[in-house]
């Protein structure tokens, strides 16, 4: 049972081949491949097979879509980009055909005509239909995390997330004439892409992100100060202080002293066996329960703590597969 793995045994819970995604991505991220371990991509072509992703694929239609083929953003949580954006965090890539039919289904109902990507559907009147930043910023990531970095319709849907930063630095969903920390997604989305390609647009606008976050230290905005301090999965639109760590520790930026706040929240919330309790789920009902030890919290903060250096003790560098 989960409840009775000790702290210094939370990898080998990682690693247990009942959910293959989580036994991918910590031999990705948390250990790295050594000799004599399963390579990287045996256990990545077992994450369709079973557990959550086979989960999600077996409700697809026609290997191409969820929920209806009208759109990919309704029914919320149902439909095609909510699959999407949690089978790309899970390790899947557009070498399966599901997913490659998928992304095409997306761009071809969902691409704005100003480059970057809409709720809306876009296809049936282009002209009046204009990206959203939720929406461009959710499907970059994902869509580079499948493969698709280079194909225009990402580097066009990336060049407009830059476009769209606000003068103080941050990112809008609505938009409005100023930033707020709910509006992630651009700095997910470029934390994504390798630093050798990052163009210096790119890179002028993850420094002025950072920032902006940083003044912010991840948690405090508004009148009187609020603090995101729930920890949630999926990440569909909803912030906390675990997706400002991932992106600003995959940028670069753990160090920062302005993020010592952030981890301290994450820090307290870890229970004495080492694991993390998810909080909430977006109502997304194919993965984990709320109020649970979670895989997927506990991957993404030790990940969060270890691209730190903050924390992610020897106890937990085991590589035994």
């Not at 256990?43 to 759109?71: F, H, M, N, V, Y």
């Not at 559907?121 to 499907?139: F, W, Y």
């Not at 912010?216 to 009187?224: A, F, K, S």
């Not at 991957?299 to 969060?304: D, E, K, S, T």
């Amino acid at each position: 049972m989960v409840e009775t793995v000790s702290g210094r045994r939370v990898i080998d819970w990682l690693l247990e081949p009942t959910e293959p995604s989580t036994r991918y991505l910590t031999a990705r991220d948390l250990l790295g491949p050594r000799r004599g371990n399963h390579p990287l991509s045996k256990l990545q072509s077992a994450i369709p097979k079973k557990g959550w992703a086979a989960r999600i694929l077996s409700l697809q239609k026609e290997k191409t879509w969820w929920a209806t083929k009208k759109t990919c953003y309704v029914p919320k949580f149902k439909s095609t980009i909510w699959q999407l954006l949690v089978l790309a965090d899970l390790g899947l890539t557009q070498k399966d055909e599901r997913i490659a039919n998928a992304a095409e289904f997306w761009f071809d109902l969902h691409l704005a005509n100003d480059g970057g990507y809409s709720y809306l559907v876009a296809s049936r009147s282009p002209h009046r239909v204009r990206g959203h930043l939720c929406m461009t910023g959710n499907m970059v990531r994902s869509l580079i995390r499948f493969g698709y970095l280079q194909d225009e319709r990402v580097q066009y849907a990336i060049k407009w997330l830059v476009n769209e930063q606000l003068p103080d630095g941050g990112w809008d969903c609505y938009p409005r004439e100023n930033g707020t920390i709910d509006g992630w997604e651009a700095m997910s989305a470029f934390a994504e892409i390798p630093v050798s390609k990052r163009s210096p647009s790119v890179r002028r606008a993850i420094e002025r992100g950072a920032e902006f976050f940083l003044k912010r230290h991840l948690i405090h905005e508004g009148r009187p100060s609020r603090t995101w301090v729930t920890l949630h999965y999926p990440w569909h639109y909803f912030y906390d202080y675990l997706v400002g760590l991932d992106f600003m520790t995959r940028l670069g930026y753990g160090r920062d002293d302005r993020m010592r706040e952030a981890f301290d929240l994450l820090l307290a919330a870890r229970r004495p066996d080492g694991m993390w309790n998810m909080n909430g789920n977006n109502w997304y009902p194919y993965l984990e329960r709320p109020g649970r030890p979670s895989k997927m919290i506990t991957f993404l903060a030790l990940r969060a703590l270890k691209q730190s250096g903050r924390d992610f003790k020897a106890q937990y560098e085991r590589n035994e597969m």
